[in-house]
Antibody
Framework: EEQLVESGGGLVQPGGSLGLSCAAS????????MSWVRQAPGKGLEWVANIKPDGSDENYVDSVKGRFTISRDNAKNSLFLQMNSLRPEDTAVYFC??????????WGQGTLVTVSS | AIRMTQSPSSFSASTGDRVTITCRASQGISHYLAWYQQKPGKAPKLLIS???TLQSGVPSRFSGSGSGTDFTLTITYLQSEDFATYFCQHYHSYPRTFGQGTKVEI
């Protein structure tokens, strides 16, 4: 059974950094694009970034460009999101998802990131 | 960025109703449109891709249509487990964007 499990969320001060991880199992991880999507409390969904299977290509939403970096370790079946210069508006549940030609076919349960002083 | 606008934002319905949710793109996206269902405290679930392709395991009472800029998600004979929030998402170009969501309430 395919499973994605996010970790690394927590409380961080504005301007701080946080790294998220997503552990994948039950799928050939290295064959798929992977995405991060976030959802602010009580709000809608926002696609954040995705990464090519071999890690050679990445795409980001404008609001996180230059601050967030997506990466992966196919040997460890893991996806990462390094978040720097965090802002209160980055507060959200962050989901990782398997990205199949742009559709997000399987999602983790999410990890909450709170940016507050 | 392409803007996705859903309507209505929320509405009340009853089991057995036929429900239609619309999604409009700010520019043409061909058929690169997906629909997701999200229940409180849960991750979204993909229902439909390529505007009208039902995902495996999704009940046939769900259907999607449209191309270009105007799309619809239809639920025939609403069931209790269908009360949720529905989002559309385009994948025509970057950045991918979602509609603001439509909450279907009892």
């Amino acid at each position: 059974e395919e499973q994605l499990v996010e970790s690394g969320g927590g409380l961080v001060q504005p301007g701080g950094s946080l790294g998220l991880s997503c552990a994948a199992s039950g799928l050939t991880f290295g064959s798929y694009w992977m995405s991060w999507v976030r959802q602010a409390p009580g709000k809608g969904l926002e696609w954040v970034a995705n990464i090519k299977p071999d890690g050679s290509d990445e795409n980001y939403v404008d609001s996180v460009k230059g601050r967030f970096t997506i990466s992966r370790d196919n040997a460890k079946n893991s996806l990462f999101l390094q978040m720097n210069s965090l802002r209160p508006e980055d507060t959200a549940v962050y989901f990782c998802a398997r990205d199949l030609s742009g559709t997000l076919v399987h999602w983790g349960q999410g990890t909450l990131v709170t940016v507050s002083s | 960025a392409i803007r996705m606008t859903q309507s209505p934002s929320s509405f009340s319905a009853s089991t057995g109703d036929r429900v239609t949710i619309t999604c409009r793109a700010s520019q043409g996206i061909s058929h690169y449109l997906a629909w997701y269902q999200q229940k409180p405290g849960k991750a979204p679930k993909l229902l439909i891709s390529f505007a009208s392709t039902l995902q495996s395991g999704v009940p046939s009472r769900f259907s999607g249509s449209g191309s270009g800029t105007d799309f619809t998600l239809t639920i025939t004979y609403l069931q209790s487990e269908d009360f949720a929030t529905y989002f559309c998402q385009h994948y025509h170009s970057y950045p991918r964007t979602f509609g603001q969501g439509t909450k279907v309430e009892i």
